[in-house]
T-cell receptor, first 112, second 112 residues
Framework: LAKTTQPISMDSYEGQEVNITCSHN???????ITWYQQFPSQGPRFIIQ???TKVTNEVASLFIPADRKSSTLSLPRVSLSDTAVYYC?????????????FGSGTRLLVRP | EPEVTQTPSHQVTQMGQEVILRCVPI?????FYWYRQILGQKVEFLVS????????KSEIFDDQFSVERPDGSNFTLKIRSTKLEDSAMYFC??????????FGPGTRLTVL
């Protein structure tokens, strides 16, 4: 059974670094790992995408180990507006089928 | 900045009725997707569409669902005979050749 798992929730304080890990054991060989942010009643918003090692953009970093069975989203110096649900999205190949699977989502609460 | 748009934002229908959810993907994108999110749950993949045909679909996407790209701009999801359990947010997404999918704001479907 293809599973993409994340911690259910995390708490942090403004200014701290937050690291959210997603486990994706059955990731398809050629697929990217993408992370999204979602606010209530809105569509997922793209944060960052990577294939291997480390990717950094203006809002986050993404760390991917060599086996690619997990990935870690790093948010530097979070603010109150970063309170949201964060999802990883990967393509999973099982037998002959291919599926796009969102992680279970991590609800991040940033406190003042 | 170009974005995916969806209409209507909220659709209320009676059980057994047909609904059509509409999406306008980003104009130069070639790959199109529909996802579903039941209230309080994670986003679930329904179907992907490329070159005027379905490329992948999940087990959720049964015979009551269909997708169409009736013209050069719209991408639709039809549910033929809605059930109570079809109540959810439905998100459209699109991408060009890179793997980043961009999501629309969603349509909230309520089946009574």
């Amino acid at each position: 059974l293809a599973k993409t798992t994340q911690p259910i929730s995390m708490d942090s304080y403004e200014g701290q670094e937050v690291n959210i890990t997603c486990s994706h054991n059955n990731i398809a060989t050629n697929d990217y790992i993408t992370w999204y942010q979602q606010f209530p009643s809105q569509g997922p918003r793209f944060i960052i995408q990577g294939y291997k090692t480390k990717v950094t953009n203006e809002v986050a970093s993404l760390f991917i180990p060599a086996d690619r069975k997990s990935s870690t989203l790093s948010l530097p110096r979070v603010s109150l507006s970063d309170t949201a649900v964060y999802y990883c999205l990967v393509g999973v190949r099982m037998d002959s089928s291919y599926k796009l699977i969102f992680g279970s989502g991590t609800r991040l609460l940033v406190r003042p | 900045e170009p974005e995916v748009t969806q209409t209507p934002s909220h659709q209320v229908t009676q059980m057994g009725q047909e609904v059509i959810l509409r999406c306008v993907p980003i104009s130069n994108h070639l790959y199109f997707y529909w996802y579903r999110q039941i209230l309080g749950q994670k986003v679930e993949f329904l179907v992907s569409f490329y070159n005027n045909e379905i490329s992948e679909k999940s087990e959720i996407f049964d015979d009551q669902f269909s997708v169409e790209r009736p013209d050069g701009s719209n991408f639709t999801l039809k549910i033929r005979s809605t059930k109570l359990e079809d109540s959810a947010m439905y998100f459209c997404a699109s991408r060009e050749t890179r793997d980043t999918q961009y999501f629309g704001p969603g349509t909230r479907l309520t089946v009574l």
